[in-house]
T-cell receptor, first 114, second 115 residues
Framework: DAGVIQSPRHEVTEMGQEVTLRCKPI?????LFWYRQTMMRGLELLIYFNNNVPIDDSGMPEDRFSAKMPNASFSTLKIQPSEPRDSAVYFC????????????FGPGTRLTVL | GENVEQHPSTLSVQEGDSAVIKCTYS??????FPWYKQELGKGPQLIIDIRSNVGEKKDQRIAVTLNKTAKHFSLHITETQPEDSAVYFC??????????????FGKGTKLSVIP
């Protein structure tokens, strides 16, 4: 079975541009998570969906960040406008359902904002 | 909220030796403690986990121990091999009662196994 799929794997953009990161969770998984990883702050949870509904977005740093999950097999994380401090690796993870524990991570998207 | 402290931040061992990574957590309601291994350029991968009703769990060369009273848990890797070199993260999940099952991660330990 395919794991969590993320695209693009690398993104380089200029400050002020819109960036959209994409995630396809494991088929049949009902919970989806977006994380950001930096050297300074480690792995941080940005937002968490259950059954396509955002449950907790308290980790979203600013209004420039938004996330959607239009269906069970697709989610996007958008940054508009992007800033250099948004440079990080963004991971998507999914798990079978809300009450289960094991999360499976995708390979990540390395974002560089110049 | 939950706070997870992880030590050491870097660890170098000779091939064949054992490696131990320790984590402490703050929320006594935490009941699930996974360990993830992250290789360069990849996402974290679950290697072992333990629940609060168990004190120790083993899987071949990897073991995890949990002390609920002291609120700490540890990862033990025996007979280390070069392919064990990676960054290891501990995590904890507190049950918030509101249906939120969020992982709180430690800062990671970079393990280097020297051939």
């Amino acid at each position: 079975d395919a794991g969590v799929i993320q695209s693009p794997r690398h993104e380089v953009t200029e400050m002020g541009q819109e960036v959209t990161l994409r995630c396809k969770p494991i088929s049949g998984h009902n919970s989806l998570f977006w994380y950001r990883q930096t050297m300074m702050r480690g792995l941080e949870l940005l937002i968490y969906f259950n059954n396509n509904v955002p449950i907790d977005d308290s980790g979203m740093p600013e209004d420039r960040f938004s996330a959607k999950m239009p269906n069970a097999s697709f989610s996007t994380l958008k940054i508009q406008p992007s800033e250099p401090r948004d440079s990080a690796v963004y991971f998507c993870a999914s798990k079978q359902r809300e009450s289960t524990d094991t999360q499976y991570f995708g390979p990540g998207t390395r974002l560089t904002v110049l | 909220g939950e706070n997870v402290e992880q030590h050491p931040s870097t660890l170098s061992v000779q091939e064949g030796d054992s490696a131990v990574i320790k984590c402490t957590y703050s929320d006594s309601a935490s009941n699930y403690f996974p360990w993830y291994k992250q290789e360069l350029g990849k996402g974290p991968q679950l290697i072992i986990d333990i629940r609060s009703n168990v004190g120790e769990k083993k899987d071949q060369r990897i073991a995890v121990t949990l002390n609920k009273t002291a609120k700490h848990f540890s990862l033990h890797i025996t007979e280390t091999q070069p392919e064990d070199s990676a960054v290891y993260f501990c995590a904890a999940i507190p049950y918030s009662g509101a249906g939120s099952y969020q992982l709180t991660f430690g800062k990671g330990t970079k393990l280097s196994v020297i051939p």
